[in-house]
């Protein structure tokens, strides 16, 4: 088919009805939409013209909307040009919020566009595809014949499970239409290794897709599989077809699709996606509630109304708005098109069709509820105060209502902000003292560090960012009366000032030492405050710096001559936190003085887990608690072990999330697991085939066990 009215006579014109349900700028209802929404399927192509479809999101309200005619997103992986558009999904309801417009601007990773149309598009596709249904096992993919694209990893296995895309087409007039398509159990069934066929059935007769690629072949579309959270990715050139012997391949109860595109596939690529994984849109707690969904199909109708009585102020648009006013139209709107989307789908030969029928046209709601997790606390700077040239601490509040931040003096937070449009998270201690509405973390900035980078240069009074915590088994007792030792080096010293201003603050606390560590005296954190609190409390804290840029870098004997000195009493306590050959060091000179092992403790931290070992392929996990198996998951390429496990909603052990506490520490059963570093397992522990999950990935099919070490 190569013309317009080839394309017409198979799937006929639209009803002038459907062309008035389209708007060019956002009303108060799209706004709610997009208020609601955590994830969107986006068409853009870059400078260079290379199509491109992936999903974008992560957090319902994602899309910022600055006036009636233009909003703005982060786009992390890519760069748009020109014409863009978007499918809003809201989890759980059928029908879908369709934008189309034009980039504007690019500043860093926020994408501006200027919106040309907005329209409600109708649930078929969703409803075909079962998408917020709990998820059908898959068919084992067929062999692929030939070489091309779709042999690539993971490619074809993904395709027979997905049964939900969204497909981005382009026309010559600046145009771009990205729409939703979906089919029972697969959307795009594999020809041969270069070739793809995707079904068109009966709908609203727009048929943008089909008129654009007339114009211009180029097309890329993202699938889904629901519960999955990673992404297929494919480029290509299309055509359309009515060869009656291929649709009848595709036809449903001896009923065949008037039509099929047919794709010529240069791209395809199964990527882990942090939209998909954040916006957690398979799980029963992304699903709005009754009366919170907004009702789209009440929207589309409320679209209807004022463009009629724009375009003809005759009986017709006076009926309509007499209509929209009737109480419980939108109810009873809601019940007909579900009649009619259940009649519709039935006589195009699919069997059980699911529509649901209260607000919003909501879905059944998945099986599998949420695990349990150690939630993100949101928070606001409260001041941001600069301790040396290359240090600031952050001084935390709840970003809503104040609460208290409670945790063992020595303990560290998870930090966790967006970077370019990616979560980026890093572990640092309280520098503060527990149980305040407060909480300080101090950050000195790391040559090529981009956590510690961003917080220097762009976080100021009032942003917000999220917590999780606390974590770590590295902390002083303040209700002991022993003695306590620290020794610190550089940052270091930040797990030790909030153990030295909380004992300070406990009257059976005992005598504190600090033995710290800097290269020069412009370097040392907390340097006046120590020296206050030290004057203040003579016999209870003493303060002794080295200055390695003087007196060379503290060796065994400084440490010896210091502790012979101090003469700390047998059931001192002790307590490190700095580089690694420092404290082995310390440890070294403490083992000579016979001081037992248990009065030791040691924090180990590094500024963030490197991301070089990653799965190239989609790999499965199976998880199992002692004997018997709580779940399995697919882990996308790029994903690691935990963060799969989270989205599957499986009870995975977890706090920090950045490889520093441990408590993500599981046994690998069998299969290869590569991990990113540096990271808290000890050698005996990976020789003993313990993982950390947080900083994981499979390099094969892989099965963990995650009852308690």
């Keep these: 088919m190569t013309t317009a009215d080839e394309v017409e006579a198979t799937v006929g014109r639209p009803p002038s009805i459907i062309m008035r349900k389209q708007i060019s700028a956002l009303d108060e209802g799209c706004r709610s939409v997009l208020a609601h929404c955590p994830l969107a399927g986006f068409g853009y192509r870059n400078a260079d013209g290379v199509s491109r479809t992936t999903f974008i999101g992560g957090i319902p309200g994602f ?120 089919d029972r159990d697969t959307v795009a069934r594999i020809l041969d290794a270069r070739t793809l066929v995707i079904p068109d059935r009966k709908g609203n007769k727009r048929a943008d897709s089909l008129h654009n690629l007339l114009q211009d072949d180029r097309l890329s579309f993202a699938a889904l599989v629901p519960g999955r959270t990673g992404v297929l990715h494919v480029r290509g050139r299309g055509s359309i077809t009515d060869d009656p012997a291929l649709l009848q391949t595709m036809a449903l109860r001896g009923n065949p699709p008037h039509a099929a595109l047919l794709i010529d596939v240069e791209h395809a690529e199964v990527t882990a996606s942090d939209a998909v994984t954040r916006s957690r849109v398979w799980s029963a707690a992304a699903h709005l509630d009754r009366g919170r969904a907004p009702d789209l ?120 902000t967006d970077i370019d449009g990616r979560p980026v998270r890093r572990a640092y201690s309280a520098s503060s003292a527990p149980g305040t509405t407060r909480l300080e973390v101090t950050v000195k900035h790391v040559d090529g560090g981009r956590f510690s980078t961003h917080v220097h240069r762009n976080l100021r009074t009032g942003d917000r960012l999220s917590v999780r915590g606390p974590s770590g088994a590295f902390h002083a007792d303040p209700a002991a009366a022993h003695e306590v030792v620290l020794v610190a080096a550089g940052s270091g010293v930040t797990p030790m000032m909030s153990m030295i201003r909380t004992l300070l603050a406990a009257p059976a606390a005992g005598r504190i030492a600090l033995l710290c560590s800097n290269r020069r005296e412009a370097e040392v954190i907390f340097a006046d405050e120590l020296l206050r609190l030290e004057k203040e409390n003579p016999e209870r804290l003493s303060v002794t710096h080295v200055l390695t840029q003087e007196h060379g870098r503290l060796n065994a004997a400084g440490v010896h001559g210091w502790l012979t000195e101090l003469r700390p009493s047998e059931d001192a306590r002790y307590y490190m936190c700095g580089p690694e050959a420092l404290m082995d060091t310390v440890q070294g000179v403490l083992t000579e003085l016979d001081v037992p092992d248990e009065h030791v403790h040691r924090e180990r931290y590094a500024s963030g887990a490197d991301t070089t070992a990653t799965a190239t392929e989609p790999q499965e996990m199976i998880v199992e608690d002692g004997a018997h198996e709580v779940g399995a998951v697919v882990v996308e390429p790029g994903q690691t072990l935990l963060d799969a496990g989270l989205a599957a909603a499986l009870p995975m052990p977890y706090s920090c999330t950045v490889g520093n506490c441990g408590d993500c520490m599981v046994k690998l059963r069998c299969g290869q697991v590569a991990m990113n570093g540096p990271n808290c397992l000890t050698p005996q522990q990976k020789a003993d085939g313990y993982v950390l999950t947080c900083v994981g990935c499979p390099l094969s099919r892989v099965t963990l066990d995650i009852a308690e070490p």
């Excluded at 600031?392 to 020595?410: C, H, I, K, N």
């Design 63 to 182: 899309v910022r909307v600055h006036s009636p005619t233009r909003i703005s997103f982060p786009l992390p992986d890519g760069e748009a040009h020109g014409p863009v558009s978007f499918v809003f999904l809201v989890p759980g309801v059928g029908e879908t919020l369709r934008v189309n417009g034009s980039v504007a601007k690019r500043k860093g990773t926020e994408t501006f566009v200027d919106v040309g149309e907005a329209y409600v598009h109708c649930a078929q596709a969703v409803v075909r595809s079962r998408l917020w249904q709990p998820p059908a096992p898959a068919s084992p993919a067929l062999a692929v014949e030939g070489n091309g694209p779709l042999r690539g990893p993971g490619v074809a296995d993904f395709l027979a499970a997905a049964p939900f895309l969204t497909l981005s087409t382009w026309d010559n007039s600046g145009g771009s239409d990205t729409s939703p398509r979906g």
């Design 297 to 416: 199909m009440a929207l589309a109708a409320d679209h209807l109304a004022a463009n009629m009585a724009d375009a003809e102020r005759g009986l017709l648009a006076r009926v309509l708005k007499v209509v929209a006013g009737i109480p419980g139209i939108s109810r009873a709107l809601r019940l007909a098109m579900n009649r009619a989307y259940r009649s519709g789908l039935h006589k195009e030969g699919y069997e059980n069709v699911e529509v649901g029928s209260r607000r919003g046209g909501r879905l059944k709601r998945p099986a599998v509820e949420p695990a349990a997790e150690n939630p993100l606390r949101e928070v606001r700077i409260a001041e941001v105060r600069r301790e040396t040239p290359s240090a600031v601490t952050l001084v935390l509040e709840d970003a809503e209502r104040p609460g208290s931040f409670d945790f063992r003096p020595g303990q560290f937070f998870t930090l966790v």
